[in-house]
């Protein structure tokens, strides 16, 4: 299966759980990408560590500006690379949005795509 995650941040035991069920979904073979935001405000980001074992356990890890953020022209940004770089919604078996902002941009690509997928949050 395909499965993306879309999260604002990989970090905290939130992130080190998204690691864990990702690296463990690549384990048992399936396609798996992690979609987070590339910057953010103070006390807010990446754990290195993660990212690092993502990487290393081969999960494919994209950043893009913005997940956290409310913005409008960056969650267009967003859409654009799940809509062109990822293929779009339907070339996902599913969809895991982690908080509600990941969850609605994920809902969003669903809504523009042609077929219908779940998204989980």
Do not use: K
Request: proline share 5%; with cysteine; hydrophobic share 40%.
């Amino acid at each position: 299966m395909r499965i993306p995650h879309l999260t604002t941040f990989v970090q905290g035991g939130a992130g080190l759980a998204m690691t864990e069920l990702a690296c463990g979904q690549i384990l048992r073979g399936h396609a798996v990408t992690l979609v987070t935001s590339r910057t953010g405000p103070p006390g807010y980001g990446n754990y290195p560590d993660y990212l690092a074992r993502l990487s290393r356990d081969g999960v494919r890890v994209v950043t893009v500006d913005s997940l956290f953020n409310r913005d409008a022209a960056q969650h267009d940004a967003v859409s654009h690379l799940i809509d062109r770089d990822l293929g779009g919604a339907a070339a996902f078996v599913l969809i895991h949005g982690h908080a509600a902002g990941p969850a609605a941009l994920g809902s969003a690509a669903v809504g523009r795509a042609s077929r219908h997928r779940p998204v989980i949050q």
